[in-house]
């Protein structure tokens, strides 16, 4: 029941709305520069919460979250600040730390790009490879089916994997008897026995996941090769410092061949998210100072209309109305006129976001989770809100301070709003300039990073990865055959002046980062050289990515099997290792120098480059394709084609 007092209220109300609109009409000039003004300050903060929301404060699709930790190993002596576990150190935590509700682990490099076919479909999607108690251990369920679990991490067991939700909508219709259906991973059969619901993503990317023992079983017959990052949860009542140094103490290797190695942990969450955080709060923090200015800029509007209206206000104050009558329509009029702006803005923030989307670089986590939801709805109410009593304010106690009878008299007061005027003028101007000069600093960091010299030409290059079936092409020998044919006949399309095959993309998270001994080295000095990033090229390679060489020669057809080693190295590794002397001739071995790998002669130093990180350049080691570390090596490559 609606009481007197209250149908009294929404009366008022339904005049002040009717007589808001009919004001507003009769200025379509101001109306419209308000609107469009609020309009734009709602709908980009809207949009950078929406953002903020789906990236940053939602939380992820894990049980307890804040017990998650990402751990792998360091040595800040050598500069090794990302070094994996073995699967033998992985097997012996779990039976040894305490501190651990659960222990699980994932490939340290992230997830791969797979060929998969899925019926008559050829795709390439992205892989996770983890171990058995990965899902169980992060407290994911799925949403079709079921996890993998221990029982499917056995080296020659059930080829078995879990799709995301995306796979499972895209290549499967969203078949409900999805589970039990087949797809072939680079050419090998594999069951689907879940379906991972969209919102989880990790590693960055996944799309699919599968055990350890299955994809790489090496791994878990041979348990010493460094290859997993660990992911714990931590027992109920047990801090992060209590893990590490428990992590620490079982490794037995604080200091150890010259080399000062410590656990690292990260917050899982932290891992998700990744180096994204910061420019995500700045965006935030700069839409948020658009919102801010819009208001002062529509209150500034606000207040000299409020100057040409103050005849009106005189007359209907004379005629009876109270003076905070008179206020209460002028709040009306700011209320609705933000409203409505703002409701133009969440929808102008929709169709933003959906650009953003677009857009948005590979590495933004979370990035299909972005949507006006209902928060991000209730934000662009509140920031109309927000806008209205900004814009308002300063109007509305220039009216209450305003001598209306003086008004009438023909003189005015012009004390009553002058003085607010400047204040959101100065306002504005400050927040104009504080913005100006964010997007000034950001242009400007985008610039220098747009003309970081990498190194290496990158006009007119072209990269395509070619599948391989491992069926087909299962050792080094043949895979290095293939290469040779399919970089000869590129070399003959119209248009290729040059063509060559290395076997990883610029700036890829899958790189190969090599320890190397140089003759006369002991073991321990050995172990004190940072690890290089190893490139494994054809001919050409220098010439096509204009890798500039230094000193000596690059790599020839006559660096095959059976030839004398070769190696390239940067020109940051020679000025380390020989200082003031020659680097060519000299010879140096992948490994440490009781390592079985031959000697190799340096026949040429190459100018550093950023082929892995933009930011900084890498020390690099390159070896002919015909003359791989292992004889048995089989190497999926990257044909580069220079037009």
Not at 115 to 142: E, H, M
Request: charged share 20%.
């Amino acid at each position: 029941m609606i009481d007197a007092w209250d149908a009294r209220w929404l009366d008022r109300l339904n005049q002040d709305l009717r007589f808001a609109v009919r004001t507003l009409r009769r200025t379509p000039g101001f109306t419209l520069s308000a609107l469009v003004t609020i309009a734009v300050g709602v709908a980009s903060t809207t949009a950078m919460f929406a953002v903020m929301n789906g990236v940053l404060l939602r939380p992820l699709p894990v049980r307890e979250q804040d017990r998650l930790v990402v751990i792998w190993t360091e040595d800040r002596k050598s500069g090794v600040d990302h070094f994996p576990f073995s699967y033998g150190a992985f097997a012996a935590f779990r039976n040894q730390l305490t501190s651990f509700a659960s222990l699980a682990g994932t490939d340290f490099n992230g997830a791969w790009t797979i060929p998969c076919q899925i019926g008559d479909a050829t795709l390439s999607l992205r892989g996770g490879i983890v171990a058995g108690n990965y899902f169980g251990t992060l407290g994911v369920k799925a949403l079709v089916g079921r996890v993998l679990t221990d029982s499917d991490d056995v080296v020659g067991g059930p080829r078995v994997v879990v799709i995301s939700q995306d796979v499972w909508r895209n290549q499967f219709a969203g078949d409900d008897h999805v589970v039990g259906k087949r797809l072939r991973l680079n050419d090998v059969a594999y069951t689907v026995v879940g379906v991972i619901p969209r919102e989880f993503e990790y590693p960055r990317g996944a799309q699919l996941w599968t055990t350890l023992a299955l994809v790489v079983p090496q791994w878990v017959s041979q348990p010493t090769q460094p290859a997993l990052d660990l992911i714990g949860r931590l027992k109920p009542g047990t801090t992060v410092a209590a893990a590490q140094a428990e992590v620490l103490n079982a490794t037995r290797i604080g200091t150890a061949d010259g080399k000062e190695w410590r656990p690292v942990f990260r917050s899982f969450s932290d891992m998700v998210v990744g180096d994204v955080r910061r420019p995500v709060l700045v965006l935030s923090a700069a839409a948020l100072l658009v919102l801010i200015l819009a208001s002062l800029n529509v209150g500034s509007l606000l207040l000299v209309r409020g100057e040409a209206r103050a005849y009106e206000f005189a007359i209907r104050s004379a005629i009876g109305a109270g003076r905070w009558r008179v206020v209460r329509q002028l709040v009306t009029e700011t209320v609705f006129l933000c409203v409505v702006g703002g409701i133009v803005g969440a929808l102008l923030a929709y169709w933003g976001l959906q650009v953003f989307r677009a857009i948005a670089p590979a590495n933004l986590p979370r990035a299909d989770e972005l949507h006006i939801d209902a928060a991000a709805l209730a934000f662009a109410l509140l920031a109309s809100f927000v806008a209205a009593f900004l814009a308002g304010y300063a109007p509305a106690r220039a009216l209450v301070r305003a001598d209306l009878g003086n008004v009438l008299r023909g003189g005015s007061n012009p004390r009553a709003s002058y003085g607010w005027r400047r204040i959101a003028v100065v306002g504005q101007i400050a927040l104009a300039l504080l913005v100006l000069t964010e997007a000034g600093l950001l242009s400007r960091s985008f610039a220098r990073l747009a003309s970081v010299d990498t190194g290496f030409g990158r006009d007119g290059l072209l990269f395509v990865t070619p599948w391989l079936p491992p069926g087909k092409y299962s050792n080094g020998q043949q895979v290095a055959d293939l290469i040779d044919r399919l970089v000869i006949r590129t070399r003959g399309l119209p248009g290729v002046t040059r063509a060559t095959a290395v076997s990883h993309l610029p700036f890829s998270l899958n790189g190969i980062d090599m320890s190397y001994s140089v003759e006369g080295q002991d073991r321990r000095s050995a172990a004190a050289n940072p690890l290089l990033t190893y490139v494994s090229a054809t001919p050409d390679y220098f010439q096509t990515l204009d890798v500039p060489l230094r000193q000596g020669r690059g790599f020839s057809e006559r660096d095959r099997a059976g030839a004398p080693l070769v190696v390239v190295v940067s020109e940051t590794v020679a000025r380390r290792m020989w200082p003031g002397r020659e680097a060519i001739g000299k010879r140096l071995k992948l490994g440490p120098p009781d390592y079985p790998d031959p000697w190799r002669t340096v026949v040429g130093v190459a100018a550093d480059t950023r082929y892995r990180d933009l930011l900084d350049t890498r020390s690099s080691l390159y070896v002919p394709d015909r003359q791989p570390p292992g004889a048995d090596e089989v190497w999926v490559p990257t044909i580069l084609v220079l037009r």
